[in-house]
C-alpha cells in the first residue's frame, strides 16, 4: 500500500525558500558569517533567522564555528554539492619550493576560483593566517587584495569591512586607492592588518594565453620588512609567478 505524501501547507513554500536563503547567504559570505549579518543581509526578522538557522543546524546543514560566533556550512549541505580539491601540479610546486629555497621568508600559493581564494599550498614552515579567515576577508590580505583588484567592483565580494588589526583597511575609499595601487604597481601589501606583527606582499600569476588572474604568489614575513621591500626579493617574487602562469594557466 502506497501513502500520499500530506500535502504542502500554504506557509510550508514560504519556509523552504527562506531555509534555502539563509544557506545560500552562508555560502556567499563564507564560514564565520554571524546570525545578525544574515538578518540584515536577507531582511529577515531576527527572530525568523534564528530559528532557521537552529533547523538548519539540528538538520546538519549547517554547523555553529567553535567561538559560536558564526556559521558554516555543514556535513548535509556539502554532500549537495562535491567539490573536487585542485591539486598542484608537480612542476607548480617545484618552483614554489625553489623559491622558498632563495628566501627566510614564507612562501604561499593561492588559486581564485571564480571569486573565491584558496591557499592550495601554504608553507609549512611559516603558516599563514587562517583560511577561513583570508576567504572572509579578503581585503584584509595582500593575495585577498589581488582578487579585488581584478573586479569590476570590489564590494560584490566583500561583505565585511570589520577591522582584524586597528591597522586593517575598513574605509571603503581608502580601499579604492589600495586596489588602484595594486592595479597600478601589479603588486599587493599589507601591513598588520592581519596580524600585528607580520605583513604579505603578493604578485599575480597570469596564464600566458589571456591574461587572466589564476593564482597569487605571496611572501609573508614582519611587517617592518614589508612596509619597505627589497626591490630585488620583489622581483625574485615576479619572475617565479612568471615561470608559474603556463603551469597553472
Known amino acids: 500500500m502506497t501513502v500520499d505524501p500530506a500535502p504542502i501547507s500554504g506557509r510550508q513554500p514560504r519556509a523552504v525558500r527562506t ?3 539563509v544557506l545560500e547567504e552562508v555560502v556567499a559570505a563564507g564560514p564565520g558569517v554571524t546570525a545578525k549579518e544574515i538578518s540584515a543581509a536577507l531582511r529577515l526578522p531576527p527572530a525568523t533567522t534564528y530559528r532557521v538557522l537552529n533547523l538548519l543546524v539540528g538538520e546538519e546543514y549547517l554547523v555553529r564555528l567553535p567561538d559560536l560566533r558564526g556559521f558554516a556550512l555543514g556535513r548535509r549541505a556539502a554532500r ?3 567539490v573536487a580539491v585542485p591539486r598542484l601540479p608537480t612542476a607548480a610546486r617545484t618552483v614554489v619550493d625553489h623559491l622558498r629555497g632563495r628566501v627566510r621568508w614564507g612562501v ?4 581564485f ?5 584558496q591557499v592550495l599550498d601554504p608553507d609549512p614552515d611559516h603558516p599563514p593566517s587562517d583560511a577561513d579567515l583570508l576567504a572572509r576577508l579578503p581585503q584584509a590580505s595582500a593575495l585577498g ?3 579585488l583588484a581584478e573586479q569590476p567592483d570590489w564590494r560584490a565580494l566583500v561583505r565585511d569591512l570589520r577591522p ?3 591597522r586593517t583597511v575598513t574605509d571603503p575609499d581608502a580601499l579604492d586607492a589600495v586596489l588602484a595601487a595594486v592595479r597600478r604597481d601589479g603588486l599587493a601589501t599589507q601591513t598588520g592588518q592581519l596580524r600585528p606583527d607580520r605583513g604579505c606582499l603578493a604578485v599575480p600569476v597570469r596564464s600566458p594565453a589571456d591574461g587572466a588572474l589564476v593564482a597569487g604568489l ?7 620588512r614589508v612596509a619597505d621591500p627589497d626591490p630585488e626579493l620583489v622581483t625574485l617574487l615576479r619572475e617565479h609567478a612568471t615561470t608559474l602562469g603556463p603551469l597553472l594557466g
Open 19 to 21: 531555509a534555502l536563503a
Open 80 to 82: 549537495l554539492s562535491p
Open 108 to 111: 604561499h600559493l593561492a588559486i
Open 113 to 117: 576560483d571564480g571569486a573565491r581564494l
Open 145 to 147: 587584495r589581488l582578487l
Open 164 to 166: 582584524v588589526t586597528d
Open 218 to 224: 605571496a611572501l609573508s614575513g614582519p611587517a617592518t
